[in-house]
């Protein structure tokens, strides 16, 4: 079983930027989906963003032009890049990963841990 590993979160001013990263245990052979989501208190879990095996990303209404997905396949992390924060964007933030991995011919579908934003002056 693949564990997710995730990082950069924390407090921030609003119009302040995070980055935040998501880095699979294992070396990933077939990429399906990379995707971000988050979920603030009392809400259901929301997609914020999602990037293809070829590339291609797509993005929540709310984000769009404020946050950037991107991927680096030699590290097998996926990013978040977080830009011009607002209070609305405080939430726990999940990524998720549909890939098969090196040595097996399963596809895991993984989520990590959640890493909390808080974005407050």
């Known amino acids: 079983q693949v564990q997710l590993v995730e990082s950069g979160g924390g407090l921030v001013q609003p119009g302040g930027s995070l980055r935040l990263s998501c880095a699979a245990s294992?070396?990933?052979?077939?990429?399906?989906?990379m995707d971000w989501y988050r979920q603030a208190p009392g809400k259901q879990r929301d997609l914020v963003a999602y990037i293809t095996s070829g590339g291609s990303t797509n993005y929540a209404d709310s984000v769009k032009g404020r946050f950037t997905i991107s991927r680096d396949n030699a590290k097998n992390t996926v990013y978040l890049q977080m830009n011009s924060l607002k209070p609305e964007d405080t939430a726990v933030y999940y990524c998720?990963?549909?890939?098969?991995?090196?040595?097996?011919?399963?596809?895991?579908?993984?989520w990590g841990q959640g890493t909390l934003v808080t974005v407050s002056s």
């Open positions: 998720r990963i549909r890939a098969y991995y090196r040595g097996s011919p399963q596809l895991e579908d993984a």
């Open positions: 294992r070396s990933i052979f077939s990429i399906i989906s």
